[in-house]
């Protein structure tokens, strides 16, 4: 499963979190400060493109932010237990079956039972925490929430106690006209916090537990739903066995043993497969964001540049979060304040579909021409144009790059001029000659701010790259050490760009197969897989008996 390492390892704890002492007296959003804005802007671009997508919530496991949220009418929701009994308030629920009984399946000696709702109405308001906000480590994935809630102790929050946080969230939410959480686990939860809600209906309760019995094949846990009012929210289970070194497990519901057997591992496996669907895409669609209300810690402050969790943000950091998040509840559901319009997601995305194949194809193309060798150009060139030009592969890197500015490129006009309306064509330029956009609330505004950073910095490498590969067009066909110098330097320009963007599109394991559907060049079917294949080689690896193929790329494109 694709990220499955990735994912799981994330729940080895790390350092206890630090306990935070808000200064007093801060209050307000202290400004927008542009240049921490600019600073932060890639990640934050990244917060905002991961909002309810499992990978890269994965990548980035500490959250840093709150999105206004709901559940609609007519969505189905899971909630497993040990007894047919209704649950209390606060409870958790599923959004799919597998991960309801893959938290609570196969149990010995205990009975369990599957609840199936329906919403009848719209469940929320809701507030939905980013990064694994699910996942109970010591490493950070739980700071927004226990800073936000505080526990009442000195000695830190229990990473474990995760009915004890769901009362004291919703005991804060209970003041703000928030009705309940949504979080993300290998999956996604929601946390409700009035049971007696009468837009929730229980559809059906089945008893489950004769699928285990039936098969004599249970896992090695028992034990009732909570074990204790302060019991813990059971992390995904490791499947073929706990092998991982966790932390200490502290009391109530914890993950199992090397004692998993077949059917609860099965189970395990398919809770995996159901959260695997919203790895990216629509993410988990069931879920409902108002991205223009969306409040982020981080682009606060430059004090906090480059802090992988919030309980190490400044303390004044922290507090103008917790008053930011107070005045976007404040705006939206009691004030009724207008926003913008605007689905930020949806506009990172744009950008990502836009870039986030050309970019490394138009690296890749660069690095090629500073590959090849002078004697070898003819032969790359007619592979890969039908052509003797020896500047093939800078002809399609400069064919890519003009595609990609053809929409807005001004010929007469001036560098600075071509990046802004590069710029502004993905994203309107909004700001009035003030620098501000009235008609966005406070948390777009610094939105708009780091996607249209984000989006700038794209643009100003593009055009720079063009101009460069202009300039350079009268001597494509005899390149000299000094020219290659310079595509080198728009290689480099190419590669720290993605670096800086850092999308969770470009995490993936390399694709090594396709099928051979049609014809790519001139050259007769035969004399192209005799040219594929001598450029691939085979070699046998015989150690401790086994055999192993090696071949190259080429090779291994489908060319039998």
Not at 104 to 116: A, E, H, I, P, Q
Not at 325 to 348: C, F, H, Q, Y
Not at 421 to 441: R, V
Request: hydrophobic share 35%.
């Amino acid at each position: 499963m694709k990220g499955f390492w990735l994912v799981f390892g994330l729940f080895i704890g790390g350092v206890a979190a630090e306990q935070i002492v808000l200064h007093a007296g801060v209050g307000g959003s202290g400004g927008l400060d542009d240049e921490a804005v600019k600073q932060d802007g890639f990640t934050i671009f990244n917060e905002v493109n991961s909002l309810m997508r499992q990978w890269g919530n994965a990548l980035r496991p500490n959250g840093f932010s709150v999105t206004l949220a709901s559940v609609p009418a007519n969505t189905l929701l899971y909630h497993a237990r040990t007894d047919p009994d209704d649950p209390s308030s606060p409870e958790w629920f599923a959004f799919d079956a597998e991960m309801s009984y893959g938290i609570y399946g196969g149990r010995k000696n205990t009975s369990v039972f599957l609840r199936t709702y329906r919403t009848t109405n719209t469940l929320g308001p809701l507030l939905y925490f980013d990064g694994l906000s699910a996942a109970l480590t010591f490493s950070g994935t739980l700071d927004s929430q226990d800073l936000l809630a505080p526990p009442n102790s000195t000695s830190g929050a229990n990473p474990f106690g995760d009915y004890a946080r769901a009362e004291r969230l919703c005991g804060w939410a209970s003041t703000r006209g928030v009705e309940g959480f949504v979080r993300t686990n290998a999956g996604f939860e929601l946390l409700w916090c009035n049971m007696r809600f009468e837009g929730l209906k229980l559809v059906r309760n089945m008893d489950v537990t004769r699928w285990a019995d039936e098969m004599n094949d249970h896992s090695d846990r028992s034990g009732s739903d909570r074990d204790g009012e302060r019991g813990g929210h059971r992390r995904p289970p490791v499947p073929g066995g706990d092998h991982l070194l966790l932390p200490g497990p502290g009391p109530g519901r914890h993950p199992p043993g090397r004692g998993f057997n077949m059917f609860a591992r099965y189970a395990s496996w398919e809770w995996l497969r159901a959260a695997s669907h919203t790895y990216d895409g629509p993410g988990e669609a069931r879920v409902r964001l108002d991205s223009a209300w969306h409040v982020t810690a981080r682009g606060t402050s430059v004090s906090q540049l480059g802090a992988s969790r919030m309980a190490s943000l400044p303390n004044e950091t922290i507090a103008i979060w917790k008053n930011e998040v107070d005045a976007m509840l404040r705006m939206a559901l009691e004030e009724n304040k207008p926003a913008s319009g605007i689905e930020w997601r949806g506009l990172t995305d744009a950008i990502v579909a836009r870039y986030g194949d050309r970019l490394p194809e138009l690296g890749a193309l660069l690095d090629r021409a500073l590959q090849v060798p002078e004697d070898s150009y003819a032969l790359e060139a007619r592979a890969y144009t039908h052509s003797t030009n020896a500047s093939a592969p800078l002809q399609h890197a400069y064919r890519q790059i003009s595609s990609l500015v053809l929409p807005f490129y001004d010929h007469e006009a001036t560098k600075e001029s071509q990046i802004n309306i590069c710029t502004s064509s993905i994203l309107p330029d909004l700001a009035t000659p003030e620098g501000k956009a009235d008609f966005m609330n406070p948390s777009e505004n610094k939105l708009w701010r780091a996607i249209n950073h984000v989006h700038n910095s794209i643009c100003t490498v593009l055009i720079e790259v063009h101009a460069e590969l202009t300039a350079l067009r009268p001597r494509w066909n005899a390149l000299e050490s000094s020219h290659k110098s310079s595509i080198a330097a728009l290689h480099s320009k190419i590669e720290h760009l993605i670096a800086q963007l850092d999308w969770s599109l470009w995490v993936r394991c390399p694709e090594t197969m396709f099928g051979y559907v049609w014809r790519l060049t001139n050259l007769h079917l035969d004399e192209h897989r005799d040219r594929v294949r001598q450029h691939s080689t085979t070699s046998y690896n015989t150690k401790d008996g086994t055999e192993e193929l090696q071949q190259t790329h080429a090779h291994q494109k489908g060319f039998k």
